[in-house]
């Protein structure tokens, strides 16, 4: 019964700390065709349980045309671009990796990972989306990602993604030795408590 008392202590004090026990929050996956996997994100940012997801660009619903898309993988809605301009989705949560397949008949296809400060972490290029072309996957990693940013560099009407992945960044997580300290200092402090009580 000691052991358990003190155990209850020592989670009810972590849990306050703000510690998760969930190392990795784990993957969100993007398809556009339900609620749950951003339908919505046309009109409004998709919440999930690490944070907001918005959008900015032209929501496209119906299946693509484009066949290499559509051979990766591409059905239903999809984000594109608006007109020859940038789309971008934003995150308010740090992302570790942004998996995706393109799209995009003629033109170029240029992606870009950056940090909330706005500085470039990683970045994707390719010279044609033209028949024949290479639709993805194709990702791109870093630390504390908070925005995707793509667009077609030679000025297309049509540059747009599909299944994404997003892999949220990993939680704050103390050492296993630091907990295992602290649990046994607040063991003590217990014990010592009732020694004098």
Do not use: C
Request: proline share 6%; charged share 15%.
């Amino acid at each position: 019964m000691r052991g358990r008392g003190t155990f209850t202590i020592v989670a009810a004090v972590v849990a306050l700390a703000g510690f998760s026990p969930v190392a990795h929050a784990g993957p969100i996956f993007l398809d556009m065709d339900t609620p749950a996997t951003g339908s919505l994100l046309g009109t409004a940012p998709l919440v999930t349980p690490f944070g907001g997801i918005g959008f900015v660009g032209e929501f496209r619903v119906g299946d693509p045309s484009d066949p290499e898309f559509i051979a990766a993988g591409a059905s239903g809605n999809t984000l594109d671009i608006r007109g020859d301009s940038t789309a971008w989705l934003g995150f308010g949560f740090d992302v570790s990796s942004i998996s995706f397949i393109y799209g995009g008949n003629s033109g170029s296809f240029l992606a870009e990972a950056w940090d909330i400060d706005g500085n470039v972490i990683d970045s994707f290029f390719q010279a044609s989306t033209a028949d024949g072309q290479p639709a993805g996957p194709e990702t791109l990693r870093g630390s504390g990602i908070r925005n995707l940013f793509w667009r077609d560099t030679s000025g297309g009407q049509f540059a747009a993604i599909d299944n994404i992945t997003i892999e949220a960044g990993v939680a704050s997580v103390p050492e296993p030795t630091s907990l295992l300290l602290f649990g046994t200092g607040l063991a003590g402090l217990r014990a010592w408590r009732k020694r004098r009580g």
